[in-house]
């Protein structure tokens, strides 16, 4: 019978350093000989990108909470179902840029929704599927929106304020807290002790599940 594959996720709030550091991963996957698929998250298929590019525009009218809840998790469905169950089961691993945590993050702790809410949509969208690991890059928020911001145009969810990032990053670094499968990395570090640091973590993870 073939091994599930592993489902690791990326995690960290603006300007963290994911888009540079998932290519490192990538780059550490290839080199190990992993069968592995990139994805992302709000995205992953034609329709799920749709929703993303709803979700990420920068619009006039007030978007509601329930709504934007309601289309990431209309989202994670779609790309749950159509590409990272269907690569696990082959036992390909999953490699994602972004998961469930991020709605703990920016709907429970940047909007303040309620996080059972967000529980009980986890449920129903995923069953027990979680992720194995995730890979939280971690860094001051003045800091993360400093390099967003030199990057140009910002996205609806990158103009919203200081106390939001903040709310952020302390719902996913909470959430890090005394759970083994998060792996919390010092982003503020050179990319080079960033990437000495993820290095170290995939080995360690590859060498535990035994792949
Ligand atoms: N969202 C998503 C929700 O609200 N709920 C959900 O459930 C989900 C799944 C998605 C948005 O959707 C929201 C959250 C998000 O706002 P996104 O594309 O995932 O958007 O989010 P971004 O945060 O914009 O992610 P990016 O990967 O595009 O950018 P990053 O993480 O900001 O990273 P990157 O690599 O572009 O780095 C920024 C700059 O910093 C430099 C890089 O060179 C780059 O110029 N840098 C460093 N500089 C110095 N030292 C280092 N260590 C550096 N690392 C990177």
Redesign the pocket.
């Known amino acids: 019978m073939t091994q599930r594959g592993k489902f690791i996720t990326v995690e ?10 998932l290519e490192f991963i990538r780059n550490w996957l290839q080199q190990h000989k992993v069968d592995f698929i990139s994805t ?3 995205g992953g298929t034609p329709m799920a990108e749709q929703l993303r590019e709803l ?2 525009q920068p619009r006039q009218e007030p978007v509601d909470q329930t709504a934007e809840l309601l289309m ?1 998790f209309a989202a994670r469905a779609q790309h749950l179902n159509q590409v990272i169950k269907p690569a696990l089961e082959q036992g390909t691993w999953v490699l994602c ?4 945590d ?2 703990y993050a ?2 429970g702790g940047g909007r303040q929704m309620d996080t059972a809410l967000i529980a009980s949509l986890e449920s129903l969208v995923q069953g027990e599927l979680r992720p194995d690991a995730v890979i939280l890059l971690d860094v001051p928020v003045e800091v ?1 929106l400093a ?2 911001r ?2 140009g145009d910002l ?1 609806r ?2 103009q919203e304020d200081v106390a939001f990032f903040e709310r952020v990053r302390g719902a996913y670094r909470n959430r890090a807290q005394g759970n083994a499968h998060y792996h919390l990395v010092d ?5 080079e002790q ?1 990437q000495t640091d993820l290095g170290a973590i995939l080995k360690q993870l590859k060498e535990h599940w035994g792949s």
């Open positions: 960290g709030t603006e300007g963290v350093g994911k888009t540079t550091n992302r998250e709000p979700l990420l990431v840029d972004r998961f469930t991020a709605t920016y709907q993360g390099r967003a030199d990057r996205d969810f990158e982003a503020s570090q050179s990319l960033v």
